[in-house]
């Protein structure tokens, strides 16, 4: 079984950093990270393929949400400056065949979730 373990969730005010990180069991995927936020659908927010040649992110983090992975620890990290209140959610972060499944949803692995919590 593979297993994503999310990391570095918290409180931070509007406007701040926070930096998530996904451990990885097992390498050779391409990943990513979806969030869901109380009484809304899971949504994507970005992937980055298997050797991180490429990457994709949903239009409502774009220029603010940084997708990057050190694959010598099999770990995938999510740099989120800029953050809005609208951010809160929980983070999952996810794992596919290559980086368009990942985007659509085409998902094999998920991990467990971290929390987000975005103040005004």
């Known amino acids: 079984q593979v297993q994503l373990v999310e990391s570095g969730g918290g409180l931070v005010q509007a406007g701040g950093s926070l930096s998530l990180s996904c451990a990885a069991s097992v390498g050779n995927f391409a990943m990513g990270w979806f969030r869901q936020a109380p009484g809304k659908e899971r949504e994507f927010v970005a992937a980055?393929?298997?050797?991180?040649?490429?990457?994709r992110y949903s239009d409502s983090v774009k220029g603010r949400f940084t997708i990057s992975r050190d694959n010598a620890k099999n770990t995938v990290y999510l740099q989120m400056n800029s953050l809005k209140p609208e951010d809160t959610a929980i983070y999952y972060c996810t794992a596919g065949v290559n980086t368009i499944a990942v985007t659509t949803g085409n998902i094999d692995y998920w991990g467990q979730g971290t929390q987000v919590t975005v103040s005004s």
């Open positions: 980055i393929s298997r050797i991180g040649s490429a990457t």
